[in-house]
Antibody, heavy 120, light 111 residues
C-alpha cells in the first residue's frame, strides 16, 4: 500500500523558515518523481514544485511565487522528500500536500497534507 | 503560464442524473505524441485530492466507469453518467503539459 505522510507544518512568523518532510512507502522511491501542491484556506489547488528522480537528473522546477525561497530535495536512503521554505510570507499559509508524480503526467497518490500558518 | 478556466464554480445535480464539467486552457494541451496533458481531480470534503482522469480521457485505477473525460486541444469535459451522493466535492482540471503546472479554479458538485 502506497503511503505518503507529511510532517513539519507549524505556525511561523513572516520571514521565518520551515522544513516539511514527506515520508513515502509502498513504491520504488528511487524512481519516483515527487511534487508539492498547496491549498490556502478555502481556496483551490496551487502547484508548488517538483523533483525528478536521480535517474532523470533530479531536476527541480518551481512555481514563480516560491522560486528562490523554497527548495525541494530528496533523500532516497530515507524514502523522504523535503520542502525547505525560507522567507515565508503570509500568503504561503496553506495545507501542503506531497504527491507522487507519474512522469509529469498526473499525480496518483497524495498525502494527507500538513498545515503551514504564517502569521505574526 | 497556461491558464485553466472551469466553466462554473458550482453545479447543482440530482442523484441518478448526468452531470458535466467543462474546462478550457489558454493554449493547446496536445503534444507531439497526440496526448492531451489534461487531468481531472476530485477533492471530497475533508480529504486530499484524488485523480479521476489523466491524459484527457484515461480513467485512473479504481475510478468508477460512470466517470469519463473527453476533449482535445483547449476544450475538455468531465462527465458523470449518473451522479451518486459520494460524488460530491470539488472537481479540478489540471494541465501537465508544461511547468508551471496549473489548475482550474474548481467546480463544486452539490446535491
Amino acid at each position: 500500500e502506497v503511503q505518503l505522510v507529511e510532517s513539519g507544518g507549524d505556525l511561523v512568523k513572516p520571514g521565518g523558515s520551515l522544513r516539511l518532510s514527506c515520508a513515502a512507502s509502498g513504491f520504488v522511491f528511487t524512481k519516483a518523481w515527487l511534487s508539492w501542491v498547496r491549498q490556502a484556506p478555502g481556496k483551490g489547488l496551487e502547484w508548488v514544485g517538483r523533483i525528478k528522480s536521480k535517474g532523470d537528473g533530479e531536476t527541480r522546477d518551481y512555481a514563480a511565487p516560491v522560486k528562490g525561497r523554497f527548495t525541494i530535495s530528496r533523500d532516497d536512503s530515507k524514502n523522504t522528500v523535503y520542502l525547505q521554505m525560507n522567507s515565508l510570507k503570509t500568503e504561503d499559509t496553506a495545507v501542503y500536500y506531497c504527491t507522487t508524480d507519474v512522469l509529469g503526467i498526473f499525480y496518483n497518490y497524495w498525502g494527507q497534507g500538513t498545515l503551514v500558518t504564517v502569521s505574526s | 503560464d497556461i491558464v485553466m478556466t472551469q466553466s462554473a464554480p458550482s453545479l447543482p445535480v440530482t442523484p441518478g442524473e448526468p452531470a458535466s464539467i467543462s474546462c478550457r486552457s489558454s493554449q493547446s494541451l496536445l503534444d507531439s505524441n497526440d496526448h492531451n496533458y489534461l487531468d481531472w481531480y476530485l477533492q471530497k470534503p475533508g480529504q486530499s485530492p484524488q485523480v479521476l482522469i489523466y491524459l484527457g480521457s484515461n480513467r485512473a485505477s479504481g475510478v468508477p466507469d460512470r466517470f469519463s473525460g473527453s476533449g482535445s486541444g483547449t476544450d475538455f469535459t468531465l462527465k458523470i453518467s449518473r451522479v451518486e451522493a459520494e460524488d460530491v466535492g470539488v472537481y479540478y482540471c489540471m494541465q501537465a503539459l508544461q511547468t508551471p503546472i496549473t489548475f482550474g479554479q474548481g467546480t463544486r458538485l452539490e446535491i
